[in-house]
Every structure is written in structure tokens, then in C-alpha cells.
């Protein structure tokens, strides 16, 4: 099967997360607000990248400050460990502090 070419809304999508340096975070939310789409579209957006594709995924979190459980069951745990290995802290909470670590696009 050949690789389709994502829809405009995915490419902007897609080319606000790779403007989010090492080391922070946005959330689907914010995101989707700044492209004008759903939360729930930024998570389509996200979920259909094809594997070893260099877009940071890792760094779009939920509202609450958290990694978002994935039906595989290991997403979440590979996505926690990147944002932990990119010198992100969690709380006890599993939370990360979104005043600390969000990511204002207007820095772009």
C-alpha cells in the first residue's frame, strides 16, 4: 500500500509540532484551536503518522498535563519515556506542569 499524502489540516498540524522545541509540550487542544480543528483531530492527526517519521509527537499531551492512554497499550509508555528523556518531570500525579512546560507558539 502506498503512503498517502495527509490532508492540508494534518500538514498543519504537523507543522506546529515540529516548532515545539526539546524539553516542552502543547496539548491536542491547544493545538487544534491554532489549526481550527478538534482536539480529536490533532490525535487523528497524530496517530496516522507513519513509523520513523521525525515529527515530535511525543510532546502533545492531554489538558490535565498528561500522556493520554493508547489502545495498544505501549504508546503511552514509549511517550512518557520520551518526554522523561527529554528532561520533562512528572508529578505523583503522572501531570506535567503546563505553566513550566506548554509551549507558546508565539515564541516562533
Known amino acids: 500500500m502506498s503512503q498517502q499524502t495527509p490532508t492540508p489540516i494534518y500538514q498543519r498540524i504537523y507543522l506546529l509540532v515540529r516548532q515545539i522545541p526539546a524539553g516542552y509540550v502543547t496539548t491536542y487542544g491547544q493545538l487544534g484551536r491554532l489549526v481550527g480543528c478538534s482536539a480529536r483531530t490533532v490525535g487523528f492527526a497524530l496517530a496516522a ?10 510532546r502533545v499531551i492531554n489538558s490535565k ?19 522523561v528523556a527529554e528532561g520533562l518531570h512528572f508529578d505523583a500525579g503522572q501531570r506535567l506542569d503546563l505553566q513550566r512546560y506548554q509551549w507558546n507558539f508565539l515564541r516562533c
Open 49 to 58: 503518522l507513519p513509523p520513523g517519521n521525525d515529527t515530535p509527537w511525543q
Open 65 to 83: 498535563g498528561q500522556v493520554s492512554t493508547r489502545t495498544d497499550g505501549e504508546g503511552n509508555i514509549l511517550q512518557y519515556d520520551l518526554l
